[in-house]
Nanobody, 117 residues
Framework: QVQLVESGGGLVQPGGSLRLSCAVS????????MEWYRQAPGTQRELVAR???????NYADSVKGRFTISRDNAKNTAYLQMNSLKPEDTAVYYC???????????WGQGTQVTVSS
């Protein structure tokens, strides 16, 4: 079955960087649009960044210029490079894959990112 596994979260000081990874298995990765969401306690899950199967990207206004989404089809992995991190970026980060043919969507289990001094 389709599985998405995030990694790379952790504790970082304000101004620091982290790179999240989302490894996809059980399917043909290149046929998926990939997205990163985040959810802080007491808030709704929000879309952070998206990369299409063709490599087009878009970002939430709150992370533009600081976060970069990318993908490596040879490694079946999507990434989220996060720079200049702020305390308000603290959340559980989830990746989601969307099959471009069936529109089926799959979630990873999430990885915690904490930005604190």
């Amino acid at each position: 079955q389709v599985q998405l596994v995030e990694s790379g979260g952790g504790l970082v000081q304000p101004g620091g960087s982290l790179r999240l990874s989302c490894a996809v298995s059980g399917t043909i990765f290149k046929n998926y649009n990939m997205e990163w969401y985040r959810q802080a306690p007491g808030t709704q899950r929000e879309l952070v960044a998206r990369i299409t199967s063709g490599g087009y990207t878009n970002y939430a206004d709150s992370v533009k210029g600081r976060f970069t989404i990318s993908r490596d089809n040879a490694k079946n992995t999507a990434y989220l490079q996060m720079n200049s991190l702020k305390p308000e970026d603290t959340a559980v980060y989830y990746c989601r894959g969307e099959n471009i043919a069936t529109m089926n969507r799959y979630w990873g289990q999430g990885t915690q990112v904490t930005v604190s001094s």
